[in-house]
């Protein structure tokens, strides 16, 4: 729709922009069907499905002329009013019976081709018709719409005349066909009910021309009908007034004919003939187009809100897990210090090779590995803490994985179950979305991949945490720094038991004090190294609880919960893009419906009546 | 002009109590009809001859009403004021502005006569001017004029009727109102408007309903058609089954319209009878009694047709109270959700049970029982220091929030099972479907929380149960309560499993609970039996089990009432006894009374 449409909304009496409308017919072709399984789609593809061949028709048949369906109540003078146009009686009229006109007449000039047209739906008979009012255009004097049965007549009645009477639907088959209609109505008729339903019906997209009949009779209710027709919503241009009979009268005996019935065959000539015919077509097509649109978007209106309301719902629910979530996991992994310790211990120790220090760490990380061989982390968590994987468990654990991290099954269901109820709300049931509580298939996928996002976030988390902390002690000189105040103490307890022996036992000749030293100095050893580890990993640990906040405060940007709600999320999503696009067309519609040509001495239905 | 006597007045007096009774009924049905689902009966034939003819004036003064009814601008009101004599309801070139009837009295009938009970549906107004009936301001009046002259006949009521074809349907329904009171219709008629079903339709019911037909065809191109009017009206005969009373042809003279004029050509050659009689006149002159008889028994005609009236209407609720009683049966088949409940804490029915013992054990008794309780407590404070042992505190906080999980898990599950129901069920849909789509689900769930939350552990309604219980059992089994001591070690306790139910009758399900547990009115909470210290109960006496069972069974259907509360009163709100009352509609006296009446009314009818 990016056509450069701007110079032709400015001139009043342009043509219709024409790509920008074959674009828009295209896009609301792609658009209509495109909905989610949701009852407002299927409403607005059904209706579309009742636009879009005309709409393509008017665009393949543009230089066709234009049929003009003549309509009306019975006793109205349609056929009159055919008859004084074609020149001649080709449609019966009169008096005698109500109705007269049972099967529609098709007249035509002798070198128009109707073949086109589809006769035998409209069960019409055809005549040719060599009047200079019809030259230009195919007339169709339409059955009436008022004498069949109402629906809802009980079909004891059946013996009546009527019961065979099929009128109105022969008039529903009929004007499908028609591009303009030609209202004819009289003083007795002009508010009828069931008149006013039937071209309600029927007027979108249809331009119309008003006629009263009966002028020789009747009073001039003209202005009376034109209230009438803009309460229903027409845009009521002229109204003509005639007199058929008479009109039928002078046309067979040659006269000038009556000014009335001369504006009507001038109007016909210069608004629908020709050059015009085109823009009526166009015209009367860019309507319709922004009639469903303008419908669609009427319909969706409401459910947009409630597809917004549903957004909102996911958003909330999500949060709502999630900070479960986030509780949970956070209160597991503070508790967890040992694991933490022997984490980030473990990683350490594997660094440090060379010195007496590092293998006293060794030593003591060999003895630690034992007790968690008696004592593996348990959860999710745990597992994670104990460098174990997770991927895999949620697979057979299903719920229960899931449980392990801290989100109950409960307060999924409960979740699911608020947003099941804003999306019925919003009419959009299953298959669309799922229910509460999720089928085996479909949780075990979720929870899958629930654990497998939790697993990665947590792993990649915690791998943060530990390099971080690692750095802290890292460095060369550190590790050599301890390696010199391990080794001190033990120099000095080596240089003692040297001195002990060489000095004392060889030199001076004291006994030697024996093993006890040793023993003692051992103790030391082990008591100076603890004190060392432990310095090491009071280092390491400093700030660990904030660290934990920082992670978990990271669950909502990493969408753990959303494979739980994904259904709804996705319903939620596909509908307000769907509405937002209709809305888009709709304007688009809008706007070249407004730019393009007026057509001076057509009505046109702008709006439901009220 | 000739008035018919007072005296000549049929008696409808013994019809007219079961009338008014069977109106009565019909009124206090329509209400269970409208929730049932049954059509508004309003709109029905019947029910206007019923509301609209018979109540109004089988007791009342057998005045006879008169109606001018017919298309938009056929001349109706221009044909009143040619009967009346004067201008009473103004008469334009515009369709539809007649809005409202205009009724001509004759004097002083409107001190006596309560009109508002004749006209049903209207408020009666007195005439101003004759635009009253064009006044677009008023809504549903009927305007009434009593005659200045004096020329007509007491008995008579003349109407101007609003159009019964136009785009405005309020004055279909107005001009039904008053074809229901009529006795005679004048139906105007034009060549244009004979045959078109709305017109057809119209009349045709009021000759269904015994009304007497007089036909005036308008704006006739006099005298060229007079002879296509027996073709015309042939064919509204056949259509409607009027049997014309007469025939009059009204010229189209748009000049003496304009002036108010109107001149009615009798046609004797289509008039039963063949005598040309002024329409004024006839309206005046006929057999008052005659047309009133025949319109009150066609009326009744009406009310008791065995498919389009009354007993049709009476049927159709039977029906629908029996889709109602299926849609019933299917809510108590899928309504019903199994609560897994987490095993309890063992201590509260114990702790329970030890403080009922402890005032009936001797010394020595609770001497070592408090030493083993002293060890216990001890083994369990140590295995929670070593972190494989969780506390009595947090083992109840452990248990709370599982138990939360699996009700939650419940409601959700219920939720479910109504929305599968209601989609099944278009009668449930109607009824809960709405509820269940708009109501805020969080709410429900709050609910959830905030009972379950404000329920302790052990309540002091279950304190209660349990020592009326063991008072129960110490009486009847006095040597036993020693053995109840032996038994009484650390029981293991089996998963309690409930299940919710809707139940029609309100059942209840929980024998040894319904004394002292409230019971929610429509739902039965069943409890697969607990077993509690399974070993220890086994090795006492048979007499302990059964206890032991109740005991545990008390305390479940305790907390499985705080989900069937929620369900009840905030997710369902009164739906349930709703369903109840509609299924059982179908059994109410009304409708035996109805069709009672329906015979005696067509009896009493002659």
């Known amino acids: 729709m990016d056509t450069p449409t701007g110079s032709t909304s400015s001139t009043p009496a342009a043509e219709p922009d024409f790509a920008a409308f074959d674009l828009l017919v295209e896009a609301l072709g792609r658009w209509a069907p495109s909905g989610p399984a949701w009852p407002p789609a299927r409403r607005v593809k059904s209706e579309w499905e009742g636009v879009a061949p005309r709409l393509d028709k008017a665009r393949l048949e543009l230089s066709r002329v234009l049929v003009v369906g003549v309509v009306g109540g019975t006793g109205t003078g349609k056929s009159t009013l055919v008859n004084a146009l074609a020149g001649s009686e080709v449609s019966t009229a009169g008096d005698v019976a109500r109705p007269t006109t049972i099967n529609p007449v098709v007249v035509a000039a002798r070198d128009v081709d109707v073949s086109w047209l589809p006769l035998d739906v409209m069960q019409a008979r055809l005549v040719r018709s060599d009047s200079p009012a019809v030259a230009n255009i195919v007339l169709v004097d339409c059955p009436d719409p008022d004498t069949q049965a109402t629906a809802g007549t009980p079909s004891a009645e059946s013996s009546k005349p009527s019961a065979a009477n099929r009128n109105r639907d022969l008039l529903e088959a009929v004007l499908p066909a028609c591009d303009v209609l030609l209202l004819v109505s009289t003083a007795q008729k002009y508010r009828s009910w069931i008149v006013a339903r039937e071209v309600a019906t029927f007027a979108p997209g249809r331009p119309l021309l008003f006629v009263q009949t009966h002028a020789s009779r009747d009073p001039d209710i003209r202005d009376d009908w034109r209230k009438e027709l803009e309460s229903q919503g027409f845009d009521v241009p002229r109204i003509f007034r005639i007199d058929g009979v008479e009109a039928a009268a002078r046309m067979a005996a040659g006269l000038e004919p009556e000014p009335g019935f001369r504006d009507l065959v001038a109007a016909i000539d210069g608004e629908l003939a020709g050059r015009a015919a085109r823009r009526v077509r166009r015209t009367g097509a860019l309507d319709l187009a922004a009639w469903f649109t303008r419908q669609a978007r009427t319909d969706l209106a409401a459910s947009g809100e409630l597809v917004a309301a549903l957004a909102t719902g996911v958003n909330a629910e999500r949060s709502r897990l999630e900070a479960i979530l986030a509780r949970s996991i956070s209160e597991t992994l503070r508790t967890n210090r040992s694991a933490w310790q022997r984490l980030i211990a473990d990683d350490v120790v594997a660094r440090w090779h060379g010195g007496p220090f590092a293998s006293f760490l060794h030593v003591i990380a060999a003895l630690g590995s034992l007790w968690s061989r008696v004592r593996p982390g348990t959860g999710v968590v745990g597992r994670l803490l104990a460098g174990q994987s997770v991927s895999g468990t949620a697979r057979d654990g299903g719920w229960k994985a899931v449980e392990e991290l801290g989100l109950p099954a409960g307060e999924v269901e409960q979740s699911r179950s608020v947003l099941a109820g804003l999306a019925a709300r919003a009419g959009m049931q299953e298959p669309l979305v799922g229910r509460a509580r999720l089928d085996d298939a479909t949780a075990s996928a979720a929870t899958a991949a629930l654990v497998d996002r939790a697993g990665a976030w947590l792993s990649a988390g915690i791998d943060r945490l530990v390099v971080e902390r690692r750095a802290r002690v890292g460095r060369t000189a550190f590790h050599w720094l301890f390696e010199v105040l391990f080794s001190t103490l033990l120099v000095t307890v080596l240089v003692r038991a040297g001195w002990n022996f060489f000095h004392g036992n060889l030199w001076e000749g004291k006994p030697v004090s024996g093993i006890g030293f040793l023993e003692e100095a051992i103790v030391w050893v082990i008591l100076w190294g603890l004190l060392l580890r432990w310095l090491i990993f009071a280092l390491v640990r400093l700030g660990l609880d904030r660290d934990i906040q920082g992670l978990v405060g990271s669950v909502a940007s990493s969408r753990l919960v959303d494979p739980l709600l994904a259904d709804f999320a996705v319903a939620a999503a596909a509908a307000s893009t769907w509405i937002d696009e209709g809305t888009r067309l709709g304007v688009e519609a809008d706007r070249l419906a407004s730019g393009c040509g007026e057509m001076p001495g057509l009505g046109r239905l702008r709006r439901p009546g009220t | ?606």
């Open chain 2, 1 to 606: 002009m000739v008035s018919s006597g007072q005296s000549a007045a049929p008696s409808f007096a013994a019809w007219a109590g079961s009338v008014a009774e069977l109106c009565d009924v019909v009124d206090r049905l329509t209400p269970v009809a409208a929730s049932l689902g049954v059509a508004d009966p309003s709109v029905a034939a019947w029910h206007g001859a019923l509301y609209g003819k018979l109540r109004p004036q089988v007791s009342r003064e057998p005045l006879l009403v008169a109606a001018v009814c017919g298309g938009t601008n056929t001349g109706k009101s221009l044909i009143t004021n040619s009967l009346v004599g004067s201008g009473i309801s103004r008469s334009t070139p515009e369709a539809a502005r007649t809005l409202h009837p205009v009724a001509s009295l004759a004097r002083g009938v409107a001190a006596r006569t309560d009109l508002a009970a004749l006209f049903p549906g209207f408020r009666p107004v007195a005439w101003r001017s004759e635009a009253d009936a064009v006044d677009v301001a008023a809504a549903d009046v009927l305007v009434w004029r009593e005659d200045s002259g004096g020329e007509q006949p007491e008995r008579l009521v003349v109407l101007d009727t609003p159009d019964i074809d136009g785009t405005l349907r309020e004055n279909w329904h107005r001009a039904e109102l008053v074809r229901n009171a009529a006795d005679v219709i004048v139906a105007v008629l034009t060549q244009q408007k004979y045959n078109d079903a709305a017109v057809r339709d119209f009349f045709a019911a009021a000759a269904a309903a015994g009304k007497t037909v007089i036909v005036v065809f308008n704006m006739v191109d006099w005298p060229r058609q007079r002879e296509r009017i027996a073709g015309w009206l042939a064919t509204f005969a056949a259509e409607t089954g009027v049997a014309a009373a007469a025939v009059y042809a009204g010229p189209h003279d748009f000049d003496a319209a304009e002036a108010g004029r109107i001149t009615l050509h009798p046609l004797p050659e289509l008039t039963p009878g063949g005598v040309e009689v002024p329409l004024a006149e006839r309206l005046a002159t006929g057999d008052f009694d005659r047309i009133k008889r025949q319109a009150m028994a066609g009326a009744m005609r009406v009310v008791a047709d065995p498919a389009q009236g009354l007993a049709g209407w009476l049927d159709a609720i039977d029906r629908a109270a029996a889709g109602w009683r299926d849609a019933q049966r299917l809510l108590e088949r899928e309504g019903r959700v199994q609560v897994e409940l987490p095993s309890p804490p063992r201590e509260i029915v114990w702790d329970e049970v030890w403080t009922w013992l402890e005032p009936r054990r001797s010394a020595v008794d609770l001497v070592v029982s408090s030493g083993y309780r002293t060890i216990g407590w001890g083994v369990s404070w140590a295995a929670h220091r070593l972190g494989v042992g969780r506390t009595a505190a947090e083992r109840k906080e452990d248990f709370a929030a599982t138990e939360l999980e699996a009700l939650k898990r419940a409601l959700a599950d219920f939720i479910d099972r109504l929305d599968d129901a209601c989609r099944r069920d278009d009668r449930l849909g109607r009824l809960l479907g709405p509820r269940l789509a708009t109501a805020d689900r969080k709410a429900w769930y709050a609910d959830l929380e905030r009972r379950h939350a404000a329920l302790p552990l052990v309540s002091e309604d279950y304190r209660t149960f349990v020592r009326a219980e063991l008072d129960r059992f110490a009486a009847a089994n006095p040597g036993m309560v020693k053995a109840v001591l032996a038994g009484l070690t650390v029981g293991s306790v089996v998963r309690p499993v409930m299940t919710l139910a809707l139940f029609s009758a309100g059942a209840a399900a929980v024998p040894a609970a319904a004394g002292v547990l409230h019971h929610v009115l429509d739902f039965g909470v069943t409890v697969a039996a607990p077993l509690a210290g399974e070993g220890a109960v086994a090795a006492a006496s048979q007499g302990i089990r059964p206890l032991i069972e109740r005991l545990f069974a008390g305390w479940s259907a305790e907390r499985g009432r705080i989900l069937a509360e929620t369900l009840h009163n905030v997710v369902l709100g009164d739906g349930v006894e709703e369903i109840g009352r509609l299924a059982s509609a179908g059994s109410r006296p009304e409708l035996v009374r109805a069709r009672h009446l329906l015979v005696e009314c067509s009896r009493e009818c002659g």
